[in-house]
């Protein structure tokens, strides 16, 4: 069974528009650890934010934000007035308290922004 | 701004070959990682090392592969002979203490099974 689901596989929006990225996964641990990382067409993976279970407050950054909901156990990103700059492949993962020293990883949502 | 680096970034090999793919972590991270992403798929993990010595691995680091930190700053990743399969996109990281921290991954060296 997938731990981490990322059930759009590819987005396209226009500049501007908003975009939420929606990530549901699946754990028995109390104590675990959610992650989102963007990775550009250069390849590398750039972390974007860590949360941890007990904290279920949104956060804002910027552009970017994330809605943490335990109770249907998603992890959703939403980035407000996208970019060119963002079009990448965005990974949800999941670390728990059991196997806490390996990333659970999302099969990815490839996000195109159109200019 | 620290970070990982790894080299080669791209390997041709021929099949049943050995290689050694090489990375740097951040030199104050104690905790060290490899993950494979075969293309367009998502990011695998493999295997996790610290104080010497592997602390997990998932079920694709068969008796192929073995890690090891042979100096101080090094972290390597050798498949002793390569398969068609093991074709993909290999990533280094690291952590600074481990367990739920962020970990930060290199470039990546794509490795190509001939």
């Known amino acids: 069974a997938q731990k981490v689901t990322q059930a759009q596989t590819e987005i396209s929006v226009v500049e501007k528009e908003d975009v939420t990225l929606d990530c549901v996964y699946e754990?028995?641990?109390?104590?675990?650890?959610l992650f989102w990382y963007k990775q550009p067409p250069s390849g590398e993976l750039v972390f974007l934010i860590r949360?941890?279970?007990?904290?279920?407050q949104n956060e804002i950054s910027g552009r970017y934000s994330w809605n943490f909901q335990k109770s249907t156990s998603s992890f959703n990103f939403t980035i407000t007035a996208s970019q060119v700059v963002d079009s990448a492949v965005y990974f949800c993962?999941?670390?728990?308290?059991?196997?806490?020293?390996?990333?659970?990883f999302g099969t990815g949502t490839s996000l195109t922004v159109i200019p | 701004e620290p970070e990982v680096t790894q080299t080669p970034s791209h390997q041709v090999t021929q099949m049943g070959q050995e290689v050694i793919l090489r990375c740097v972590p951040i030199?104050?991270?104690?905790?060290f990682y490899w993950y494979r992403q075969i293309l367009g798929q998502k990011v695998e993990f493999l295997v996790s090392?610290?104080?010497?010595?592997?602390?997990?691995k998932s079920e694709i680091f068969d008796d192929q592969f073995s890690v090891e930190r042979p100096d101080g700053s090094n972290f390597t990743l050798k498949i002793r002979s390569t398969k068609l399969e093991d074709s993909a996109m290999y990533f280094c990281?690291?952590?600074?203490?481990?367990?739920?921290?962020?970990?930060?991954f290199g470039p990546g060296t794509r490795l190509t099974v001939l």
């Open positions: 990281a690291s952590s600074e203490t481990g367990a739920y921290n962020e970990q930060f």
């Open positions: 754990t028995r641990d109390t104590t675990y650890y």
């Open positions: 949360r941890n279970s007990f904290d279920e």
């Open positions: 993962a999941l670390s728990e308290v059991n196997t806490g020293n390996q990333f659970y």
């Open positions: 030199s104050n991270h104690l905790y």
């Open positions: 090392f610290y104080n010497n010595e592997i602390s997990e």
